[in-house]
T-cell receptor, first 117, second 116 residues
């Protein structure tokens, strides 16, 4: 069975500082993908970054980077130079990459990030 | 990225009525569509997975007779909440994926259902 754990229900960060959102996972699948999504108060799910389990390098997308530690089964999201618009709910998610088209994307409980001016 | 639309964006209905929510992939063929439900301040919970032209696969605990899913074409899936009750009030989000399992999954903007 798959499980995603986000232990930080909420976090504050000062504008322009970096922040790390924690995510650990558990799976028996040999090949899987890890995702981070941002959900602002409007409700839309915004894709931020993806890391494949066999990728040798940590993924980066602009101010977002994923600190992937496979042996520890963690996939923390790092946001550099926080902006007020980063205030939102952040979800970590995982999906196995083998086994067919209906493999399900499973979400963690989310972390609410508040950026303070 | 690809665009997924949902209609309506919000709906208020009376208890006992049925509500249909549409999910469309606008610029790609969605071989697989997913329906999620999200209660306030909670995570997205997968309700069901549907492949075009076949019956939906429901997650454990989701009543298939209450939440009817139709994926009749490669660009449209519908979720009908039958005989809605106040406890069905929630944020419903659809997601669509094209082709093989490692393709990115695109989310619709969500539909907020309020049952009075």
């Amino acid at each position: 069975a798959q499980k995603i754990t986000q232990t930080q229900p909420g976090m504050f960060v000062q504008e322009k500082e970096a922040v790390t959102l924690d995510c650990t996972y558990d799976t028996s699948d040999p090949s899987y993908g890890l995702f981070w999504y941002k959900q602002p108060s409007s409700g839309e799910m915004i894709f931020l970054i993806y890391q494949g389990s066999y990728d040798q390098q940590n993924a980066t997308e602009g101010r977002y980077s994923l600190n992937f530690q496979k042996a520890r089964k963690s996939a923390n999201l790092v946001i550099s130079a926080s902006q007020l618009g980063d205030s939102a709910m952040y979800f970590c998610a995982m999906r196995p990459l083998l086994g067919g088209a209906t493999n399900k994307l499973i979400f963690g409980t989310g972390t609410l990030l508040a950026v303070q001016p | 990225g690809a665009v997924v639309s949902q209609h309506p964006s919000w709906v208020i209905c009376k208890s006992g009525t049925s509500v249909k929510i549409e999910c469309r992939s606008l610029d790609f063929q969605a071989t697989t569509m997913f329906w999620y439900r999200q209660f306030p301040k909670q995570s997205l919970m997968l309700m069901a997975t549907s492949n075009e032209g076949s019956k939906a696969t429901y997650e454990q605990g989701v009543e298939k007779d209450k939440f009817l899913i139709n994926h009749a074409s490669l660009t449209l899936s519908t979720l009908t909440v039958t005989s809605a009750h106040p406890e069905d009030s929630s944020f419903y989000i659809c997601s669509a994926r094209e082709g093989r399992s490692y393709n990115e999954q695109f989310f619709g903007p969500g539909t907020r259902l309020t049952v009075l």
